[in-house]
C-alpha cells in the first residue's frame, strides 16, 4: 500500500502495483482491446486519484458517485477493521475529460462508504446527478462491472492525478495482501512490465479494456521488497505461505460494491448480495 504522505509526495498515498505469480498470466488468452480507454469521467484528488462511477441499476437522477481508495480518505486512512458508512464529506473533486483537462468541479455530501478492512476503498456521493454532471460537461459515469474479472483481462489504470494511463494485465489474484497493518482479500495482482504505477495513482479506476467497465480500484505496490511492511505488500496463501514479489502492482476488486448500492445511490450492506465488511 502506497502513502505519499510518507514518501516525497506528502498527499499522494497508496498506489497499486503488486506482488503475485506471473504463471497465470502466461497461459491465460488475453481479451481483444476494443474499447479505446482515456480520461473522462476520471477526477483528481488533492492527494490520489478517482473516477465518477454508476453501478448498472443507477437512475439518471440518482446523486453521482466518485470511487477511490480508504486510504484517500481526507482523515486519514482508517484503522483496520474499521469501516465508514453515511458520514458528511465536503471534499472537491477536479472532473477530467477524454484528454484529461479539469473541466470542473463536482462536491462531495457525505462519504457514502470506506474501509481498509478486506478491502481498500471510499465510496463519495457528490451534491449533482448523473444527468445533471453529464448536461453541463458532457461526461458520463464509468460502470462498475457486477462480476468478478478474469486472470489474463487487458486492463488500464487510468490517473486523473497525473493523467497518465498504465497498461497491463491481470496476472491472478492475492489471497490475501498484507500491508502493515491491514489485510485485503481476492486482490488483483498486475502483471509486468506496464502497471508500475506511482505514488498519486491511488484510488485509480481499474478498466477492463474490452468492456470499458471498472473492474478494480488501484491501490498498492511493493516498492522495497520488504516483507509485509507499509509499502510492501506481501501475499499470503491459505496454507500460510508468504510471497513477496517487488515491484509488482495490486487492486482491490469492486464488483462488490456493485452488489452493495441501492436506489439514489445509498449503499445498503443489508442487501441480500452485498458481502462488504460492516460497522
Not at 45 to 62: F, K, T
Not at 114 to 139: F, N, P, R
Not at 203 to 214: E, F, K, L
Request: proline share 7%; glycine share 10%; charged share 20%.
Amino acid at each position: 500500500m502506497r502513502r505519499p504522505l510518507v514518501s516525497a509526495l506528502v498527499g499522494t498515498l497508496l498506489a497499486g502495483t503488486g506482488l503475485a505469480g506471473a504463471g497465470q498470466a502466461a497461459a491465460a488468452t488475453p481479451s481483444p482491446r476494443t474499447v479505446a480507454v482515456d480520461f473522462a469521467g476520471t477526477v483528481a484528488l488533492s492527494n490520489c486519484s478517482g473516477s465518477l462511477v454508476r453501478v448498472p441499476e443507477s437512475e439518471p437522477d440518482d446523486p453521482a458517485l466518485v470511487l477511490s481508495n480508504g486510504h484517500c480518505l481526507e482523515s486519514g486512512m482508517p484503522d483496520a477493521g474499521e469501516v465508514i458508512v453515511d458520514q458528511p464529506s465536503s471534499r472537491s473533486f477536479a472532473l477530467l475529460d477524454a484528454d484529461g483537462s479539469d473541466i470542473g468541479t463536482l462536491r462531495a455530501t457525505r462519504i457514502a462508504y470506506a474501509t481498509m478492512d478486506d478491502t481498500d476503498v471510499s465510496l463519495y456521493q457528490v451534491a449533482s446527478t448523473y444527468e445533471e454532471i453529464e448536461a453541463e460537461y458532457g461526461i458520463a459515469p464509468l460502470e462498475l462491472s457486477a462480476t468478478r474479472p478474469e486472470a489474463g483481462t487487458d486492463i488500464s489504470v487510468v490517473s486523473g492525478y497525473w493523467t497518465r494511463v498504465y497498461t497491463c494485465r491481470i496476472d491472478g489474484f492475492a489471497h490475501e495482501l498484507h500491508e502493515g497493518d491491514w489485510v485485503w482479500k481476492d486482490s488483483v495482482r498486475y502483471s509486468t512490465p506496464g502497471c508500475e504505477v506511482i505514488g498519486g495513482t491511488s484510488g485509480s479506476p481499474v478498466v477492463d479494456t474490452a468492456t470499458g467497465q471498472v473492474v478494480a480500484v488501484n491501490n498498492t505496490l511493493n516498492e522495497g521488497g520488504e516483507e509485509c511492511t507499509l509499502n510492501n505488500p506481501c501475499e499470503v496463501a491459505p496454507d500460510g505461505t508468504v510471497t513477496v514479489r517487488p515491484g509488482v502492482g495490486y487492486a482491490q476488486q469492486t464488483y462488490l460494491l456493485a452488489a452493495c448500492v441501492g436506489p439514489d445511490s445509498t449503499v445498503d450492506l443489508t442487501r441480500p448480495d452485498c458481502t462488504l465488511p460492516r460497522p
